[in-house]
């Protein structure tokens, strides 16, 4: 394809993706959904899990996951889809970069012991019950590649079953006007934890794949190094853009773009380390400063990056569903016993520690179902265990069908634990 026929596709791809998920969040409303669900729901439309179905061509057509064969024989993604993830990364990268930014480190400090308790409960629990479950599992080559030794394959799934939908659970906070508060200070900052901490699991696995110590080095030495630098030195070298807000009265677009500049940077190092560079624009949004500086960036940036970049994020990740490979009896009972590890070991843990941590029983369950949501987050693990071979595509398809549901359920538990006046009392 020319340059012009990716452009043109690109057009008539992102108009589809805005347009179906408009349509998509509307009716969710209906059944109190939140748009990131709507849009996750919108990608698997769009996918060949029913889009697919009903008109294999056109969906091919529209969202080739087919790769391209090159004379030499190699295979490389469509160009069409690469241009797709490149934006999706734009925006998730941005988006977290914004809520690191409203993030209040003062709350933070104050809820560091309850979100360390609830972050410890949300590892230790669905890592060491995925374990076990690797135990049972283990062996049948349906499920697991059969070059893989058994403890990478307990350590990957039990890090499969520890990750948070972070973006999501972010943006759910925030469509709700809560992410400033105490308990969403709190949500955010175990969410987060969680997740470095289940990336860098990761990392052993792959290191352990490709016998090479330096993966996991990477991505647990340099995250520590990078959350060291940014907090210690990067925080204090930070000030300068308020030093440039006052003298100029406003962000300018020198301003903006260095912050854009940095923002780049960090996102790439901490995906060049192996921990993805969503940690990496989240922790810059923690140390920028707030104030008038604060505001004016978000005013330039949030509107177009919430309505018209992250959507395409979502999209993307449920377009590689495939719900049809789970397709005997078998298969399905794994899958629910699979479903209900995660609910149990997420879920209930993260409830129970956050009563623990001596929130009453109406917070303690809404933070369970928020961190038992995998979403997006765990798509992306599980699509890097599929490509590095740790796991087959039925164990891929399985573990997403519980992504789905863990997701799904996470907004009605929500809305139906916390109402609006929860919402104002906790503002307040």
């Keep these: 394809m020319s340059n012009f026929d990716l452009v043109l596709k690109l057009l008539l791809q992102l108009t589809i993706i805005l347009g179906t998920c408009r349509i998509v969040s509307i009716m969710g409303r209906y059944v109190g959904q939140t748009d990131v669900v709507c849009e996750m729901i919108a990608g698997v439309i769009l996918g060949p899990s029913l889009l697919g179905l009903i008109a294999p061509d056109i969906q091919q057509w529209l969202f080739p996951n087919v790769p391209l064969i090159l004379e030499s024989g190699t295979k490389i993604?469509?160009?069409?889809?690469?241009?797709?993830?490149?934006?999706?990364?734009?925006?998730?990268?941005?988006?977290?970069?914004?809520i690191g930014l409203e993030l209040d480190t003062d709350q933070l400090k104050n809820n560091i012991k309850s979100a360390g308790l609830v972050s410890l409960a949300g590892i230790i629990i669905p890592f060491t019950l995925g374990a076990i479950a690797t135990l049972f599992l283990y062996g049948n080559n349906q499920l697991f590649n059969p070059q893989i030794t058994s403890w990478a394959a307990a350590l990957y799934l039990g890090a499969s079953m520890s990750i948070t939908a972070f973006p999501l659970l972010a943006r759910m906070l925030h469509e709700r006007d809560i992410a400033k508060t105490s308990f969403g200070t709190l949500v955010l900052a175990a969410g987060s934890i969680d997740d470095a901490t289940a990336w860098c699991l990761l990392a052993i696995v792959l290191a352990s794949i490709k016998d090479s110590a330096s993966i996991a080095v990477l991505a647990i030495g340099g995250g520590i190094e990078y959350v060291l630098f940014m907090v210690f030195l990067g925080k204090p070298l930070f000030k300068v853009f308020t030093r440039w807000t006052k003298r100029d009265r406003r962000v300018t677009q020198q301003t903006l773009t260095v912050l854009l500049i940095l923002l780049m940077l960090c996102a790439w190092f901490?995906?060049?380390?192996g921990i993805y560079g969503v940690f990496g624009a989240f922790i810059l949004g923690t140390v920028m400063p707030r104030g008038e500086f604060a505001k004016q960036v978000r005013h330039y940036t949030e509107f177009l990056t919430s309505s018209f970049l992250l959507p395409i994020f979502f999209v993307f990740s449920g377009l590689n569903t495939q719900i049809g490979l789970v397709n005997t009896p078998e298969l399905w009972g794994i899958t629910i016993i699979i479903v209900a590890i995660a609910i149990i070991g997420k879920g209930i843990a993260c409830m129970l520690a956050a009563k623990m941590a001596g929130e009453n029983w109406r917070e303690s369950a809404t933070i369970g179902a928020l961190?038992?949501?995998?979403?997006?987050?765990?798509?992306?693990?599980?699509?890097?265990?599929?490509?590095?071979?740790?796991?087959?595509?039925?164990?891929?398809?399985?573990?997403?069908?519980?992504?789905?549901?863990?997701?799904?359920?996470?907004?009605?538990?929500?809305?139906?634990?916390l109402h609006r006046k929860i919402y104002q009392l906790a503002a307040k």
Excluded: C, H, K
Aim: glycine share 6%; net charge negative.
């Design 270 to 273: 901490t995906d060049f380390m």
């Design 77 to 98: 993604p469509n160009p069409s889809m690469s241009i797709l993830f490149a934006i999706s990364q734009l925006g998730l990268a941005i988006y977290m970069f914004l």
């Design 371 to 417: 961190m038992n949501a995998r979403g997006l987050m765990e798509l992306i693990i599980l699509n890097i265990g599929l490509e590095q071979g740790v796991i087959t595509p039925t164990l891929f398809t399985m573990m997403v069908i519980m992504a789905i549901v863990t997701t799904l359920i996470t907004s009605p538990l929500v809305n139906f634990l």
